[in-house]
């Protein structure tokens, strides 16, 4: 190797970690502020709507000596920049304030309700990316055929139906009628005093118990509110499927491949669907990150204690602690799954690897 | 970085509308009114199923689901909502309880006997003798008094059900104290009639709690001009715990989840005949009936209209129902110029089709009352003067000069059936030439306004603070400073219905010691509010639930914290 290419090498190392720290640098801007922007706005929504958040504490008989005691603990008789101020320094030292509905320190609410959330949304993507994709595939290669139009109408039909009327229509055929599913909840009653959560994910509580009766119960219970998810994120993945395959197939390298002789099975698995996974991943995400922030419908019908309703009941009470810590463990998950994705993504694709 | 990142490869769709498109099915965007809709023509499917695959709940378990969201805390000092009153009335005993066969008197609780001094200052409770919390620690006076001084000075939202007759967080250990073991003696600041002072020690916030296992539990406080104690009475520690003597202590609540509670073997009288009560938190309706057609409930609580009626036709299964101390009416605020004329108010009263809301909106969930006290309380007037009368409404508001009508705002929150009375009444009101613009809005939002009194018409409910006659009169005809900063927010400050005269009677009506008497006074200041008050008398609310077959003894008390369950059986 001779010296000028060295020098080359070195001087290219050297651009390439200024443009990294560049790009982190860049990144932590963007969610500091994104971050900043978001608790401002939610803060301030919080404070302008007409609804006084001490009437949700005390109730509407409290005497009135109660009522403006409350109001001062809470600190809400100072003007709003001081309230915001206060509440940013409480964030930064990792207090999120109490929940005025529960009493709760907010982060133990959460901390509470989330893993409900994503132990659903996490069985329900699986199901999503289990079915979507080959659906997806299918209706690409078959394109025009009568499976393509099948799955373009099972798509909108899970675009299209809202999901309260499609969650009790499942409830009445598969858990009234059929006997198939558990009914709406978690777990069984009957599991109150054998059951002790851990982690507050359910079905890998029970593996860690080694309770399999447990576990068949949770995951009875789990499946047809995940399997309604997984069907919306179903119609979703499986049109962008069929969008990114049809792509790929018209690409001269599958001329190219088909003039080789490769088999197209091979083709289609190997080589489209590689190519198509890329900008996949990312649909794949966005549909998991919206399944995180909690479906207040679904949650609703199956008596899900998840963040969804944990939100939507703190909303409608102006517990804006309640509101402002949820919003921010949902604007962490979208950048958490934004970042993951995009890691993946440079991972799964060659050119930006290379670059 | 973009949140879209890649997605700008994508060769024939519209990615982004897509993503907005798929989110908003998330968000839940569908109305309220179309919800029910929707919900019934899922249920009409029903009509195919043949009987469900039955689970079944355990046989010596109670398995009820109810919207438990407005459990914030199990401290009787501190909690005020509905279904917490359910489960302390069960959990806790107090001195004194309402007596469900006859709801105008009480009988004994903890106490055996009680004595009122000749000038109604003193009273003096004896207990039963060798009573045991569910802890094992012996019930004395001791614990009544503890129980009285910690709810007086940790002074949260029900503690003016006792700072009421004159404790303070200075005096009370000296008005509410143990003479002896066995003997308990609450002292008043006023000759009370002793029926309000008894009824009022119903009220959970009575309830006695076990001062030994709690003193365990206290957590520090640092003082503050607020808060002059260095502890907090273990309230912290009572918000998710447990210190009673009823016939079932809670052993676990989580909130917005569930709330299981066991049998109390210590329990002085009978024993709960079941193991275990467990409450599910279930909000829908809907998703109620399933699971109790489907057997994996035993009691369902929220059944709507169409669903009770479905559960009604089932032969698996019963509804029962109770009057509950709950009133709804329509209010007009005095403030309105309109509004004020007293011919207004009454034309009103004759344009509220009374019938069609009780046999349709409010079926099986209340009944018509025209007078502001609950049927069953001490002094409840029964009369029902007013029938929709367009002409006879006309004829009012002819004399008050207003032959042409005029406009008026209404708020009403956005929930059934108020919606539903408010619609019908817009309706009723614009064949008198009234016309009415309903402003709809959430719960909070809507009682945020009325409470400021920036309100023309509202539409609300009340439920009584405690089971005495006093609770009501003192909102509905007391007013003892209408001006705009008075602290005392009646519902009459509320509508600004400025009745000195009303609010010294139903002062003088506390002071009442003999019954029949206090009841006719009660009665006066009904009648009075039915001719000339700003409110329109709806209808009492009436709980119903949806019960398995084989579940006996069943019984929904007149208010919450008397549905008591110790007798319920399953077959």
């Known amino acids: 190797m001779s010296s000028t290419e060295t020098q080359q090498t070195a001087g290219r190392a050297k651009r390439r970690a200024y443009a990294i720290a560049a790009s982190v640098a860049s990144f932590l801007v963007i969610v500091v502020t994104t971050y900043l922007g978001l608790l401002a706005v939610t803060f301030f929504i919080g404070r302008v709507v007409p609804i006084d958040p001490v009437l949700a504490i005390v109730g509407d008989r409290a005497p009135a000596h109660v009522m403006d005691r409350v109001r001062e603990e809470m600190g809400l008789n100072l003007p709003y920049y001081q309230q915001f101020f206060i509440y940013v320094k409480g964030v930064l030292?990792?207090?999120?304030?109490?929940?005025?509905?529960?009493?709760n320190p907010v982060m133990t609410d959460i901390r509470r309700v989330f893993p409900a959330t994503m132990e659903l949304a996490t069985v329900g993507t699986i199901i999503g990316v289990a079915f979507g994709i080959p659906l997806g595939v299918l209706a690409a290669v078959r394109r025009g055929s009568l499976a393509d139009q099948v799955v373009r109408v099972i798509g909108l039909v899970g675009y299209s139906v809202?999901?309260?009327?499609?969650?009790?229509?499942?409830?009445?055929?598969?858990?009234?009628?059929?006997?198939?599913?558990?009914?709406?909840?978690?777990?069984d009653v009957v599991f109150e005093y054998t059951f002790t959560p851990i982690t507050g994910f359910y079905l890998l509580d029970a593996i860690l118990n080694r309770d399999w009766a447990a576990f068949r119960d949770i995951f009875a219970h789990i499946i047809l509110p995940a399997a309604l998810l997984g069907y919306f994120s179903l119609a979703y993945i499986s049109r962008m499927t069929r969008s990114f395959m049809l792509n790929e197939l018209h690409q001269e390298y599958i001329v190219a491949a088909r003039a080789k002789g490769l088999s197209e099975r091979r083709i289609i698995w190997g080589h489209a669907l590689r190519n198509a996974a890329v900008p996949l991943i990312t649909v794949i995400a966005l549909s998991y990150a919206g399944l995180l922030e909690g479906s207040v419908l679904t949650e609703s019908v199956f008596a899900w204690p998840g963040l969804g309703l944990y939100i939507t009941n703190s909303l409608q009470n102006a517990d804006m602690n309640a509101v402002l810590g949820g919003t921010i463990v949902i604007g962490s998950v979208f950048i958490a799954i934004n970042l993951l994705s995009d890691v993946l993504y440079r991972m799964l694709d060659p050119r930006t690897r290379a670059r | 970085m973009s949140t879209r990142l890649g997605i700008d490869q994508v060769p024939d769709n519209n990615t982004s509308s897509h993503t907005g498109e798929f989110r908003d099915?998330?968000?839940?965007?569908?109305?309220?009114?179309?919800?029910?809709?929707?919900?019934?023509?899922?249920l009409a499917m029903i009509a195919y199923a043949g009987s469900p695959a039955l689970a079944g709940t355990p046989a010596d378990t109670l398995v009820q689901a109810w919207a438990i969201d407005d459990t914030i805390t199990l401290d009787p000092a501190e909690s005020f909502e509905l279904s917490p009153a359910e489960f302390l009335g069960n959990a806790y005993d107090m001195l004194v309880r309402l007596d469900i066969d006859d709801t105008t008197k009480v009988k004994g609780g903890v106490a055996e006997s009680w004595t009122v001094s000749d000038d109604g200052l003193t009273y003096t409770f004896k207990l039963k003798p060798g009573l045991k919390f569910a802890s094992g620690n012996p019930i004395t006076a001791e614990d009544v008094a503890w129980s009285f001084e910690r709810a007086v000075k940790l002074d949260k939202s029900p503690a003016f059900i006792l700072t009421q007759f004159g404790l303070t967080k200075d005096n009370v250990t000296e008005k509410a104290k143990a003479a002896d073991e066995n003997t308990f003696v609450f002292t008043v600041d006023k000759s009370y009639a002793p029926s309000f002072v008894l009824n009022c020690l119903t009220a959970t916030v009575g309830a006695v709690v076990d001062k030994k296992l709690v003193l365990e539990h206290v957590a520090p406080v640092t003082p503050s001009d607020d808060y002059k104690?260095?502890?907090?009475?273990?309230?912290?520690?009572?918000?998710?715990?447990?210190?009673?003597?009823?016939?079932?202590k809670i052993r676990d609540w989580r909130a917005n989840e569930v709330l299981v509670m066991e049998r109390n073997d210590n329990y002085y009288g009978e024993k709960a005949a079941l193991a275990r009560v467990i409450y599910r938190h279930v909000k829908e309706s809907a998703t109620q009936r399933l699971m109790l057609e489907a057997g994996d409930i035993d009691i369902a609580r929220n059944l709507e209209p169409g669903d009770l009626e479905a559960v009604s036709k089932n032969a698996d299964l019963a509804t029962t129902s109770a009057p509950k101390g709950t009133v709804y009416y329509i209010s007009l605020n005095q403030k309105n110029?309109?509004?004020s004329k007293p011919e207004v108010r009454e034309a009103f009263k004759y344009l509220v089709d009374y019938d069609a809301i009780g046999s349709t909106l409010i079926k099986g969930v209340g009944e018509i009352r025209q007078t502001y006290q609950a049927k069953g309380v001490l002094g409840a007037l029964e009369a029902s003067p007013y029938k929709f009368d367009v002409a006879k409404a006309k004829e009012l508001l002819e004399k008050a000069g207003l032959k042409d009508g005029f406009s008026v705002t209404f708020d009403v929150r956005n929930s059934q059936p108020v919606t539903g009375i408010a619609e019908s009444f817009q309706q009723t009101a614009g064949e008198a030439g009234v016309k009415i613009e309903i402003i709809p809005g959430d719960g909070k939002q809507t009682l945020t306004k009325y409470r400021a009194r920036n309100h023309d018409m509202y539409i609300g409910q009340w439920g009584m603070d405690y089971w005495d006659p006093n609770s009501n009169a003192e909102t509905f005809t007391s007013n003892p400073n209408n001006a705009d900063d008075g602290t005392v927010k009646t519902l009459a400050w509320r509508n600004a219905w400025d009745i000195p005269q009303l609010t010294e009677q139903t002062k003088a009506a506390l002071l009442e010691r003999?019954?029949?008497?206090?009841?006719?006074m009660y009665q006066k200041l009904q009648q009075e509010a039915l001719d000339n008050s700003p409110f329109v008398m709806l209808f009492q609310q009436t709980e119903v639930a949806g019960v398995r077959g084989n579940v006996k003894n069943y019984k929904l008390g007149p208010n919450f914290d008397s549905n008591f369950l110790a007798p319920v059986t399953k077959e």
């Open chain 1, 93 to 103: 030292s990792g207090d999120f304030g109490t929940s005025v509905l529960t009493t």
């Open chain 1, 162 to 187: 809202p999901i309260f009327w499609l969650g009790l229509l499942g409830l009445l055929v598969f858990y009234a009628r059929l006997g198939w599913t558990a009914g709406p909840g978690r777990i």
């Open chain 2, 25 to 42: 099915m998330f968000m839940g965007k569908m109305n309220a009114r179309f919800r029910p809709l929707l919900a019934g023509a899922a």
């Open chain 2, 229 to 248: 104690f260095d502890n907090d009475f273990g309230n912290a520690w009572m918000k998710t715990g447990y210190a009673g003597s009823g016939p079932f």
């Open chain 2, 337 to 339: 110029p309109n509004l």
């Open chain 2, 514 to 520: 003999d019954s029949a008497k206090r009841a006719e």
